[in-house]
């Protein structure tokens, strides 16, 4: 399975895809720093707020094959800039999270475009309080379908 590195901001859902993807329980924990996963990299939203912090993000997507660029369709805004992606010198794929909370399309769009504004090549569209769309997200990075034990996965045989 890819390692992707998860970027957006504060609040977007990314640590509760990871927990979902992972195949553990939806508990919120605030990311303060960089954490690593057997298959993902989470990071915190204030990496993509603040552009000094931008380094951060590079020197941590060096361990990923991929980034998913994560945008929350019930925001309302974004921090990911036009272009952002070409920041990485890596495949680029979007995540627009909360599909459960969008009220009509217009929030699915405005997220949608704003992904591949940043550069995304293929956007998944996700709640990981349904599991809506995560089959199809791990499909794309090769993972097992949801559901099924990753214990062969976690061992790191094979990878
Ligand atoms: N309705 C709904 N809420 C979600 C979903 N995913 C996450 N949330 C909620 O959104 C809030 C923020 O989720 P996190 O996963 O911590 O967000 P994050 O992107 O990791 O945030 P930082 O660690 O601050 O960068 C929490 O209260 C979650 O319960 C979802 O699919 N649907
Ligand atoms: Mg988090």
């Given at each position: 399975?890819?390692?992707?590195?998860?970027?957006?901001?504060?609040?977007?859902?990314?640590?509760?895809?990871?927990?979902?993807?992972?195949?553990?329980?939806?508990?919120?924990?605030?990311?303060?720093?960089?954490?690593?996963?057997?298959?993902?990299?989470?990071?915190?939203?204030?990496?993509?707020?603040?552009?000094?912090?931008?380094?951060?993000?590079?020197?941590?997507?060096?361990?990923?094959?991929?980034?998913?660029?994560?945008?929350?369709?019930?925001?309302?805004?974004?921090?990911?800039?036009?272009?952002?992606?070409?920041?990485?010198?890596?495949?680029?794929?979007?995540?627009?999270?909360?599909?459960?909370?969008?009220?009509?399309?217009?929030?699915?769009?405005?997220?949608?475009?704003?992904?591949?504004?940043?550069?995304?090549?293929?956007?998944f569209?996700?709640?990981?309080?349904?599991?809506?769309g995560?089959p199809e997200l791990l499909e794309y990075?090769?993972?097992?379908?949801?559901?099924?034990?990753?214990?062969?996965?976690?061992?790191?045989?094979?990878?």
């Open positions: 399975m890819k390692k992707a590195i998860l970027i957006g901001m504060s609040g977007c859902g990314k640590t509760t895809l990871v927990q979902r993807l992972e195949h553990e329980e939806l508990a919120y924990a605030k990311t303060q720093t960089v954490r690593h996963y057997v298959n993902f990299i989470d990071t915190p939203g204030e990496y993509l707020e603040h552009r000094h912090l931008y380094r951060a993000l590079i020197i941590s997507s060096a361990d990923a094959d991929e980034i998913g660029l994560v945008q929350d369709c019930a925001a309302g805004q974004t921090w990911i800039p036009p272009s952002f992606g070409t920041t990485f010198a890596k495949p680029i794929f979007g995540v627009v999270t909360k599909t459960d909370l969008a009220v009509g399309d217009e929030q699915l769009e405005y997220a949608r475009s704003v992904l591949e504004t940043g550069g995304a090549a293929r956007v569209a996700v709640s990981a309080f349904t599991g809506d995560v990075l090769g993972g097992p379908p949801a559901g099924e034990a990753q214990s062969a996965d976690r061992t790191g045989v094979g990878r």
